[in-house]
């Protein structure tokens, strides 16, 4: 679908469109089996080109989208894909300006949950997949959380890009030459970070210059604290964020930071600089999420680990918050809707499942990891994705904006030691019931 874009939103695209950067949630169920690929009723003698943005800019897994799209062009000779590939934040700027002004792709990557997908929901720019959905046999092929994810007001309006989770890496060798391992209790956990402070290893790599990283402690001590229940029913209404628990959950992390078990001035420290702390064997712990599977084999090799940070409240059972990293969705106004959703169906297909999981990517499709060409850091990871216990919540992906404007700030301030966890969660939700108020989530 060729378009010719106002001159200004072009420029802003222009210079959108590079190669570098992330992607990063909600109720988990258990999933389905996966089944192949449905067709979709394709009826048309002439070319089709369908515009998709997505946010694959990692080279591993930008070379996967390109083999996955070459492969359906391949079978579907009349349909091309004009693909074009930005960071997130870059996109998140320009779509929904896009879809209103009628400029935008048929295919796109995006957030999901009530604050960013719910949005473009409710303003009508996506197009309703519910009847897709059922003929395709995607209740069946992907879990039901993914499909919740995408759903408002009934509708389905997306497909789950790939399962992410929040956790902690760890340094193999230090681990060896601590004599720790893995901990089972939070204790042990402490236990550890203290074994390093005292070797003088930086226990656990932190940082917050970026802010979003904060994001990811949050939820993680949310989980080990609080619970994923307890969270869902915040996320339902049932109750607020402002409440000692969660205050408390804040307040244990600020702990590690002032016990002297993060790396020094975290507010002053990039990611990529924290991450390469932790490549330099200058830190023996790293939380952060397992889109950094590949960084982490690539830099450690095989001398890196994997683990759920415990929970700190022991009736809670090991968790991970976490979730899908994205969704695709197809814009209301695409002129070739057939098309568009036959190349969505084909992405995530059994067909197409192995390409994904062999670029350290876990799609909503389920598989035999043993079947994979794969290092023994992400057969881990997909492993510890499985768990009966499910997934708790990476909270800033579905948040309003403003809500994580106000949250970013407040956990620097916290990290500094200018406010405690209850002024956090106290801020946090006053915006909460605003942006709901203006009908944000």
């Known amino acids: 679908m060729k378009k010719i874009l106002s001159a200004s939103f072009a420029i802003l695209l222009t210079s959108s469109l590079m190669l570098t950067a992330c992607s990063t949630k909600a109720p988990i169920k258990d999933g389905a089996a996966a089944t192949p690929a449905a067709s979709t009723a394709v009826k048309n003698d002439k070319p089709v080109t369908i515009s998709f943005w997505d946010n694959y800019t990692d080279p591993t897994q930008s070379k996967a ?86 759903t408002f007001n009934s509708k389905i309006y997306g497909v789950g890009t790939q399962v992410e989770m929040l956790g902690v890496y760890y340094n193999k060798k230090i681990f060896t030459e601590l004599g720790v391992s ?11 970070c203290k074994a390093a402070k005292d070797k003088g290893i930086t226990a656990i790599a932190l940082d917050d210059r970026d802010q979003w990283p904060a994001f990811h402690l949050e939820s993680i001590f949310y989980t080990a604290v609080v619970g994923k229940k307890e ?19 804040l307040d244990t992390f600020k702990k590690l930071i002032t016990d002297g078990y993060t790396t020094k001035s975290p507010l002053a420290i990039s990611y990529d600089d924290g991450n390469k702390e932790f490549f330099s064997g200058k830190a023996a712990m790293r939380m952060t999420g397992t889109w950094m599977v590949s960084g982490m084999v690539e830099n450690l090799k095989e001398d890196v680990g994997f683990f759920l940070l415990p929970s700190v409240k022991p009736e809670l059972p090991l968790m991970a918050p976490g979730g899908i990293g994205g969704t695709f969705a197809v814009s209301a106004d695409t002129k070739n809707p057939n098309e568009t959703v036959k190349f969505l169906d084909y ?47 990476n909270i800033d992906v579905l948040m309003p904006q403003k809500v994580n404007d106000i949250t970013m700030n407040d ?27 203006k009908g944000n989530y």
């Open 182 to 192: 893995i901990p089972k209790t939070y204790e042990e956990f402490l236990a550890i």
């Open 65 to 150: 989208m390109d083999e996955i799209i070459a492969s359906f062009e391949k079978q579907n000779g009349l349909i091309k894909i004009k693909r074009s590939s930005m960071k997130a934040d870059d996109q998140r700027k320009l779509i929904k300006p896009a879809l209103v002004s009628k400029e935008g792709p048929d295919l796109f990557a995006y957030d999901a949950g009530p604050g960013y997908l719910g949005v473009l929901a409710k303003a009508n720019l996506l197009l309703d997949l519910t009847a897709q959905s059922e003929s395709l046999g995607w209740n069946k092929r992907f879990p039901s959380w993914i499909q919740e994810r995408n």
């Open 231 to 249: 969270i869902e029913t915040v996320l339902n209404g049932g109750k607020s964020f402002d409440q000692p628990i969660f205050a408390e959950a």
């Open 411 to 437: 956990l620097q301030e916290l990290i500094a030691g200018k406010k405690t966890g209850a002024d956090v969660v106290k801020d946090k939700q006053k915006v909460f019931e605003e942006e709901k108020a």
């Open 347 to 393: 992405m995530f297909s059994t067909e197409t499942a192995k390409i994904w999981y062999e670029a350290s990517v876990i799609p909503p499709v389920p598989i035999d990891v043993s079947t994979i060409n794969a290092n023994s850091l992400f057969k881990e990871v997909v492993s510890l994705s499985q768990t009966p216990a499910g997934l708790s919540y």
